[in-house]
């Protein structure tokens, strides 16, 4: 776990379920034929395909990126609000790691489909909430075993959940 990094990825699932996280940790991946699995790889192609304004900024992807009154915009579309604390907290992370940077930006979720807009700012409060969650992710991944599972609302619709409740 040495060369071990938190990414956006881990902040999404933190948000969802902590097995999850420590699943992925430790490289066990998700069945790339479940059906949910399949669903989301599509959605995010599409959406990527859609969106030809993507940008990569050290190993992050942004979708979009504005200026709007001298101010730096990145936003994320999603396809539902479905997951809108994970989306949150997944855009405050980018957020933090641009201003790292010396980039200072705001965040903007966008749910078409839903005709939706959420404005993230990194605020004191939102900075020692991420910073919490990050160092959570690092205790969860140098975890010997992962935690039990829970049975959640999300499990269904889950790529681990065949190894979770077989
Ligand atoms: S199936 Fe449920 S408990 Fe297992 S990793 Fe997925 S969300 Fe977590």
Known sequence: MEDFKVTGTFIWYYCICKREVWL??????ADQQDENMQMGNAIHETSYKRDSKEVEFA????????????KLIVGEIKKSSK??????????FYLMELEESGIYAEGELLFPEE?????????????KQLKQVIEDIKRIAVMPLPMMANRIKYCKNCAYSEFCWS
Do not use: C, P, W
Not at 83 to 92: F, G, N
Not at 115 to 127: A, G, M, N, P, S
């Open 24 to 29: 992925l940790a430790h490289g066990m991946e």
């Open 59 to 70: 190993g992050s992807k942004f979708d979009v990126i504005s200026k709007e009154n001298g």
């Open 115 to 127: 005709k939706k807009k959420e404005t993230v700012i990194l605020t004191e409060d939102t900075r």
């Open 83 to 92: 997951y809108l604390e994970s989306a949150k907290m997944q855009l405050l």
